[in-house]
């Protein structure tokens, strides 16, 4: 199931994190497990910490939230080997899958260590205690290019709603124009069809400066990015990882990137932020 599904919002009084609309900035958690009192219980828990919540309750749930919503952490309260079969359906990701456990140095908690899990203490009277240690976890953990990923979800979702032969590359320059992530549109020519106004912040470059240039002629660093390698990415369709750019200033700055290819035909979206 996805975002669980409540008529709080009809109701005034309720808290304002009830009104909380999902962002690529908020911390996301996918809580999973077959008990839907201790699910209710930490989604309230969650959500008034800050973090946006989707629950699950079968691995197939799991799979699909977790390729649609990105979640920063899944908190697990489940059989072991369910348990194990949930991070091993997530190997190679870089989220973590959390497993409430009752004794940290059972057998069983040590095959879920050893399987890539973390292990943390089900405290049932005080759901707070595991908030907080998830707190921790992430502070320590990437979680940027996961964001960036999510605002080229975002918008790959968007444009699925429009035909490609009609107004929908229009619609989609539109959208990228305003956006405060720092966002760029190109063609199978390499030449920038869309930027943000984040695009424009992070370059020093104006909006009209960068639709005037090749993408990587304007924004990326002479002779460490070219044309060549803007058509060796196409095929590939996602990038994520890290380059640099040039700003206006003759700055080189390496940053975050996540690029996803063919949103529409020919139009190629990539998006940025700092180290």
């Not at 908020?26 to 209710?40: K, N």
């Not at 005080?126 to 990437?142: K, M, N, S």
């Not at 106004?197 to 090749?214: P, V, W």
Request: proline letters at 4%; hydrophobic letters at 45%.
């Amino acid at each position: 199931m996805d975002r669980r599904q409540h008529d709080r919002l009809a109701h005034p009084g309720r808290r304002q994190s009830d009104r909380r609309v999902a962002t690529t900035d908020h911390r996301r958690v996918l809580l999973v497990g077959p008990d839907a009192a201790w699910r209710l219980g930490m989604t309230y828990g969650f959500e008034e910490a800050g973090y946006v919540v989707y629950t699950a309750t079968t691995l197939e749930q799991v799979v699909g939230l977790a390729a649609r919503r990105l979640p920063d952490v899944v908190v697990c309260k489940m059989k072991t080997d369910d348990a194990l079969a949930i991070i091993a359906a997530l190997d190679g990701g870089d989220v973590p899958v959390v497993v409430l456990t009752s004794v940290l140095q059972s057998r069983n908690a040590v095959r879920v260590r050893a399987a890539g899990g973390v292990t943390l203490l089900r405290h049932t009277m005080a759901g707070e205690i595991v908030i907080g240690e998830v707190d921790t976890l992430l502070a320590a953990g990437p979680r940027v290019q996961r964001g960036l990923s999510r605002r080229l979800l975002d918008l790959q979702e968007l444009a699925q709603h429009y035909r490609p032969d009609g107004p929908g590359p229009d619609r989609l320059r539109h959208v990228i124009d305003h956006l405060q992530v720092a966002l760029v549109a190109g063609d199978a020519r390499g030449h920038c069809v869309a930027a943000s106004e984040g695009a424009t912040a992070l370059t020093g470059y104006s909006h009209r400066e960068l639709l005037t240039a090749s993408v990587w002629q304007a924004t990326f660093a002479r002779e460490r990015l070219s044309d060549a390698q803007w058509h060796g990415f196409l095929p590939s369709r996602d990038y994520t990882g890290t380059t640099m750019i040039t700003t206006r200033s003759g700055e080189d700055v390496t940053l975050h990137a996540v690029a996803r290819a063919a949103i529409l035909p020919d139009f190629h979206v990539a998006a940025f932020a700092a180290l």
